[in-house]
């Protein structure tokens, strides 16, 4: 199992930035994916960034030049580095890890708990 564990939401300002991050921790193979996804109240659950293990990226439209996702593999952290947020980028933020238990054995999908991003105008 993975768990995963993220921190880093609050209340900012339009214009400001924070950093969202993410570690995972449990009894598993390797973590292929991370990944970060949002939802806003009234709306679907998004992609928002996500990264592999060997640092391919993948980002939403609306973030593109804004949001930096990165990830430490010998930490099993990832990051997401959100830079001129807007109103409209409001949500709570979830962290996505795909792995594999075993060398066979998976993948598996696992969510975090989620964490609230609030961005005022």
């Known amino acids: 199992q993975v768990q995963l564990v993220e921190s880093g939401g609050g209340l900012v300002q339009a214009g400001g930035s924070l950093r969202l991050s993410c570690a995972a921790s449990?009894?598993?193979?390797?973590?292929?994916?991370m990944a970060w996804y949002r939802q806003a109240p009234g709306k679907q659950r998004e992609l928002v960034a996500a990264?592999?293990?060997?640092?391919?990226?993948n980002y939403a439209d609306s973030v593109k030049g804004r949001f930096t996702i990165f990830r430490d593999n010998a930490k099993n952290m990832v990051y997401l580095h959100m830079n001129s947020l807007k109103p409209e980028d409001t949500a709570v933020y979830y962290c996505?890890?795909?792995?594999?238990?075993?060398?066979?054995?998976?993948?598996?999908?696992?969510w975090g708990q989620g964490t609230q991003v609030t961005v005022s105008s």
């Open positions: 996505k890890a795909t792995g594999f238990l075993t060398v066979i054995d998976g993948p598996y999908d696992y």
């Open positions: 449990g009894s598993f193979f390797r973590i292929n994916v």
């Open positions: 990264i592999t293990s060997v640092g391919r990226t």
